[in-house]
């Protein structure tokens, strides 16, 4: 099921950048379940991840290799999560890094661990590296769509984006692959995504891109509630010293920026659409507030409900649901009677009840289609806040109660 | 659908409390669904509310009235919450108060107003109200079983409790009922629930009494996570000036403060054993935290967590999910690595992985009980606390998504 996730669109290939997918057998039979991508030796690269406590394997690897060197490679599993492996994970997660490193004869503290599946299982270090031979010979610059696929889950469909910008008057492409249907609620990062440029880009600039980028998507979305364990976002630059370089105060440097984000944004509402048992993609768009957390404090707490993500399977205009989410999020000082709710375009909540005019019909249509936006105005201040979200629908009950057996 | 949840158990009358039950028609035909209870005139009370910002009319009024007189009639009625009703809302829930002050020539504020069931639509005033002359020819001691079954909206089975102490070698008595079954995250009271003891009570001990009772029950189970708007739970003391005091410092107080408990959490875990769609009753047990609170945020974030909600429905052993509601659930400092978690009296997780001589199908049979116990030792103090909760279900979809059509 998705709620309204198009078609993969067409990944322009970025300079510096190799990609490879096979299937290693780690869970899946008969898809690749492996990928790899190989980095120029010009890239650079920026990455966020996963801020829960519980932190799989792989990113405590990635986090300590990236504070050591530049990476070479991003080896991405799916299937299996080496999380709460303990030290046998850490354990397999380097050796695969070493592994590979033997393959390309570079260092191991080079390699990137991604992995993303089930938690808690052994991981299948042999069948990664028994494939190492076979990924590096299928290293090709057009790999980015066979890659998306490599990488899913639970998802039902690959999610990738491209976008465009110029540095002086040069044209560069900032392309990107991302995973993730289940346990989606980043903080600081989201599950997997992938994305690289072919422009040339400092340190600073790119951390500051990305970091900027994630908090405005990947961040802004929640299908559960529940953060990962394995969450990581990385971004590379690979232009070389003939390139122009992109630093924060290059006048080029928002027009990049502004690609990064788009393309995060769409990997991040593609994860929503294709969220377990998604039948709708939810905006809930929170004004008014005197602050942007307490705008976000009540566009979570809409977007978290078990009630209103059943009101919204049943495209049931049952507002009270909503406007009590709101009423519980914990501002402090909430004046209810001054909220205002739309439902699409139609006002229905004003001084806290129900608007004279009320058509429940109208409503009912608006939450019947794909794509709904829910308005809210706290009747507070200028801030404002988006999160986007799904409904909560038999299917995602049944693939959560039966994703393991 | 219940999760072991007994029959009522008899419910002891209470001396100085009638009852009485009528179907009123407000939204169920062939059933009770208003209830009124009588105190005697020398009863104190005591209650909590909602803290959800979003309060439904009778909780302001019943507020408001608490606060100027001492009340002599609790009027429920199940089917229509009047919250989100705005200023006609408000007016609807004052008439009611006035037209049964007049039926028992009384002031209307000693009336306390309570309802439950569908938020935002029209009160429907004048089928109570003439309700009420059967309502007062109704009144008799023993009507507690027949006020727990008219107050029900999505729940199953009616809820009450009783409880005995002794005052100066002298027997009295806790009775009480609640509903209760969806919109389950009480913050400071719980949806509905009525107490009543024969004792004499000083206001200071039952406010004191009630307080720290709901503390430890109604404010420790969660169904969902959405706090309703409706929220009360009120105890009567009705115990006249030849019974001895009760005050906080009388040797039976904590007796008594223990009945009162007892009596919360019986009907606090029996909402939660006839939450929407419940086939398991959850026991969050989190100890080895530095404080409560902290233990708190760690037993609610997997309370809440719909990855361990739906793999209990599931009776699916995935400790992943529960270790990584953990780490997520923002304790500053938490270490993983110190974490064990116990399904039932199997230890499970230890030093932050699976414990070496795990075995999948034991843990898979202890999920697959009606009553689970989860254990979690934070490994960082000598805190602890417990949440109740249940699993989440094909049909609590489906009763969430079809309860208004």
Known sequence: MTAGLVELPILTPVAGIRLASVAAGIRYHGRDDLALVELGPDARCAAVFTRNAFQAAPVIIARDHLSQASPRFWLINAGNANAGTGDAGIEAASECCRALSRQFDCAPNTVLPFSTGVIGETFPTQRLVSAFPELATGLAADGWERAARAIMTTDTVPKGATANFQVDGKDFTVTGIAKGSGMICPDM????????????????????????????TFNRITVDGDTSTNDACVLAATGGPDAPTVTRSHPAYSEFADAVAQVCERLAQAIVRDAEGATRFVTVDVHGGETEAECLLAARAVAHSPLVKTALFAADPNWGRFLAAVGRCGITGLNINKVEMWFGDLLVVRNGTLVADYDEAAAGRVLAQTDVRVAINLGRGRESAVIWTSDLSHEYVTINAEYRT
């Open 189 to 216: 990062a989201t599950m997997l995504a992938f994305l690289a440029t072919d422009a040339r880009v400092d340190q600073d600039a790119l951390e500051n891109c990305l970091q900027h980028a994630v908090a405005g």
